[in-house]
């Protein structure tokens, strides 16, 4: 069973009874009933299925797809349309909750005192849009079922970067790492060679900016560890402080929408791409689309963490891999996978998932060790 966060005790503590009278198990008239954790779990991890396939398609449809015999080019233009929206998305959050917050009379809440780090998340959504468009730009060169195995594979680039710093590593990862290296080496190698030239076929640039995705990630996740730090050290006097969904969805997205505005105007994507879309408004609509469909996965995303485990989050987004990769291949019907290649895209997926019930099994165990620990401290 999912380890859900439990809202029950927070809930008594807020609502003591009446004075002069017994406390009640019944709800209170006029309150609006809890939604079932099963209900909450159906609804995140269906959410985050529905947005990313349906980005993950789109995604295909502007840079796969022919139009008039060209494709379109202009990845900084589709970044800033993306990026901008998601700001947008994040700025009506902030301001509805300051509002709620007022109107509620909690102007100085623990939430509302919180220093937020701005530019250190400015500087890691550049390095999150800067890892996000060489993954576009891949599309142009690789299929989308080698770029999403690629982008399956953050953990090797992180453990470089470790190993490197001097972090050590259990055997068992060494070993995850190796089994996706593999897969992924499959599943490219084992691609049969079409007829009459290589059209249509991974090229090595493409794999290489799959690879300046991957270490632009590792930049990512470095850069919010320092985030993270900057909250710590901001606000000395809560421990538990961190920024809101809000807060990070709009500064992460503010940081990536400025750098992407200004890459597309000195690239000259800006002007490439509005012509083109003027000319075929089809990749218009799939590019508004595409960035509807980003906000509303973004959102799922920090649902499923603020309402469950983080492992939760892990799972559904592992599961939505292998889904998105299968309906790529049923889309392309021109393509099927040779044996090898499965062989590969299941060793990948085979070793994402190991260690996703790795995860569960350490998060078992240190539930089982919290009310030991407690009941140590009482006995002492």
Not at 56 to 83: C, I, K, M, N, P
Not at 145 to 173: F, H
Request: glycine share 10%; hydrophobic share 45%.
């Amino acid at each position: 069973m999912v380890a859900t966060r439990s809202r029950t005790g927070a809930s008594a503590a807020r609502s003591p009874a009446p004075s002069g009278a017994s406390p009640s198990p019944s709800r209170p008239r006029g309150s609006v009933p809890a939604v079932p954790s099963e209900v909450k779990l159906a609804f995140a991890v269906g959410g985050i299925f529905f947005a990313f396939s349906a980005f993950a398609v789109l995604q295909e449809d502007v840079y796969r797809t022919s139009h008039g015999g060209e494709r379109f080019r202009a990845t900084f233009l589709v970044l800033v349309v993306e990026r901008g929206v998601n700001t947008l998305a994040g700025a009506i959050g902030v301001l509805v909750a300051a509002w709620r917050r007022r109107r509620s009379g909690k102007t100085r809440s623990d939430r509302a005192r919180v220093a937020v780090p701005v530019r250190e998340i400015l500087t890691s959504g550049v390095s999150q849009m800067l890892a996000m468009a060489s993954s576009n730009e891949a599309l142009r060169y690789v299929s989308f079922a080698t770029q999403n195995l690629g982008k399956s594979c953050k953990m090797v680039p992180v453990m470089i970067g470790g190993v490197v710093a001097g972090k050590t590593y259990k055997r068992a990862q060494y070993v995850q790492v190796l089994v996706m290296t593999l897969g992924v080496a499959a599943f490219n190698l084992g691609k049969p060679a079409k007829k009459g030239g290589s059209g249509g076929s991974d090229s090595a640039y493409g794999l290489g900016l799959v690879a300046a995705s991957l270490a632009m990630d590792f930049v990512t996740a470095t850069l919010q560890d320092r985030v993270k730090t900057a909250t710590r050290r901001m606000n000395p006097g809560d421990p538990g402080a961190r920024t809101s969904m809000f807060e990070s969805m709009l500064w992460t997205n503010l940081g990536g929408a400025i750098a992407a505005l200004a890459l597309a105007l000195w690239s000259g994507h800006w002007t490439e791409g509005a012509a083109f879309c003027a000319r075929h408004a089809g990749v218009a609509r799939a590019i508004f689309a595409y960035a509807l469909a980003s906000v509303v996965g973004q959102l799922f995303v920090y649902f499923t963490i603020t309402e469950f485990d983080p492992l939760v989050l892990t799972s559904a987004t592992t599961t939505r891999k292998i889904f998105s990769t299968a309906l790529s291949v049923a889309r392309d019907r021109s393509t099927k996978l040779a044996p090898a290649q499965a062989w590969g895209c299941l060793a990948v997926f085979a070793a994402l998932g190991w260690e996703v019930v790795e995860k569960y099994a350490r998060a078992g165990n240190a539930r089982r060790m919290r009310p030991s620990e407690g009941g140590k401290a009482k006995r002492g």
